[in-house]
Nanobody
Framework: QVQLVESGGGLVQAGGSLRLSCAAS????????MGWYRQAPGKQREQVAT???????NYADSVKGRFTISRDSAKNTVDLQMNSLKPEDTAVYYC??????????????WGQGTQVTVSS
């Protein structure tokens, strides 16, 4: 079984920074892509940023220039550096691993989520 554990959420004032981290563990042979999604109260979950195993990144328009995703494929970790945070960034942030190959086959996995709250 694969587990994703997030850390780094919290409360920050507008304009501040936070860094989220996610570590994948289990009988992992490879991970195709990792990313961060978020879900604000009353809204659908949305993609924030993703990174492939060869380093290609994709960002939501709302976070371009403020957030940076990075990945250590050897350690199966992914980080999200969030700068210039805005109140509208407040949400539960979820780590996601896609195209995960384990001894049991292929699948995708989600973390439990970490709360990010940005006060105005």
């Amino acid at each position: 079984q694969v587990q994703l554990v997030e850390s780094g959420g919290g409360l920050v004032q507008a304009g501040g920074s936070l860094r989220l981290s996610c570590a994948a563990s289990g009988s992992i042979r490879s991970i195709g892509a990792m990313g961060w999604y978020r879900q604000a109260p009353g809204k659908q979950r949305e993609q924030v940023a993703t990174i492939t195993n060869d380093g290609n990144t994709n960002y939501a328009d709302s976070v371009k220039g403020r957030f940076t995703i990075s990945r250590d494929s050897a350690k199966n970790t992914v980080d999200l550096q969030m700068n210039s945070l805005k109140p509208e960034d407040t949400a539960v942030y979820y780590c996601h691993a896609d195209w995960v190959i384990t001894s049991e086959g292929l699948g995708d996995y989600w973390g439990q989520g970490t709360q990010v709250t940005v006060s105005s």
